[in-house]
T-cell receptor, first 112, second 119 residues
Framework: AQKVTQAQTEISVVEKEDVTLDCVYETRDTTYYLFWYKQPPSGELVFLIR??????QNEISGRYSWNFQKSTSSFNFTITASQVVDSAVYFCALDGANNLFFGTGTRLTVIP | GAGVSQSPRYKVAKRGQDVALRCDPISGHVSLFWYQQALGQGPEFLTY????????KSGLPSDRFFAERPEGSVSTLKIQRTQQEDSAVYLC?????????????????FGAGSRLTVL
């Protein structure tokens, strides 16, 4: 069965600091997709990234970067030079046969 | 529409009442999902439709929960005889088609959710 673990429940950083959100997953599938979603206070989950298990290249998008390591079953998310607008709950997710399996989320608070 | 629309945004029900939550997915999205999100938790899968067919309802917590998508577009999640433990945010999501592997097919777009409070 698919499982996603986000051990960090809450993180607080001061604006402009870098922060890394951890995600560890479990699956028996040989091909799978990993995702990160952002849930701001408004409540709507916003898609950030999808990564295929065959592609272990790290990805950077502006201040966001993702480190996928199959050997440790991890898919960590780093925000560089954090901003107050980054404050939200971030969810890591893994695809299954008929749905996405989500972790419990990490609440990030960026203090001005 | 441009996004996934859910209504009502907020619903307060007395224990024992029936409630109906509506989801209007993105036009052309074949797959539709319902999730339940308790306070401080991640979304938990409830059920999945491919067009009008309900292919997976393994996440529905009891037979008081019922979902339908009769014309393959709008979906309704109905909860009968609500209990306090049903209090949660109910999220609807849609995707192009979960069954294909084309780019973006399994990217879920979520609505803002319906917050249900059972007193």
């Amino acid at each position: 069965a698919q499982k996603v673990t986000q051990a960090q429940t809450e993180i607080s950083v001061v604006e402009k600091e870098d922060v890394t959100l951890d995600c560890v997953y479990e699956t028996r599938d040989t091909t799978y997709y990993l995702f990160w979603y952002k849930q701001p206070p408004s409540g709507e989950l916003v898609f950030l990234i999808r990564r295929n298990s065959f592609d272990e290249q790290n990805e950077i998008s502006g201040r966001y970067s993702w480190n996928f390591q199959k050997s440790t079953s991890s898919f960590n998310f780093t925000i560089t030079a954090s901003q107050v607008v980054d404050s939200a709950v971030y969810f890591c997710a893994l695809d299954g046969a008929n749905n996405l399996f989500f972790g419990t989320g990490t609440r990030l608070t960026v203090i001005p | 529409g441009a996004g996934v629309s859910q209504s009502p945004r907020y619903k307060v029900a007395k224990r024992g009442q029936d409630v109906a939550l509506r989801c209007d997915p993105i036009s052309g999205h074949v797959s539709l999902f319902w999730y339940q999100q308790a306070l401080g938790q991640g979304p938990e899968f409830l059920t999945y439709f491919q067009n009008e067919a309900q292919l997976d309802k393994s996440g529905l917590p009891s037979d008081r929960f019922f979902a339908e998508r009769p014309e393959g577009s709008v979906s309704t999640l109905k909860i009968q005889r609500t209990q306090q433990e049903d209090s949660a945010v109910y999220l609807c999501a849609s995707s192009l088609s979960w069954q294909t592997t084309s780019s973006g097919a399994n990217v879920l777009t979520f609505g803002a959710g319906s917050r249900l409070t059972v007193l």
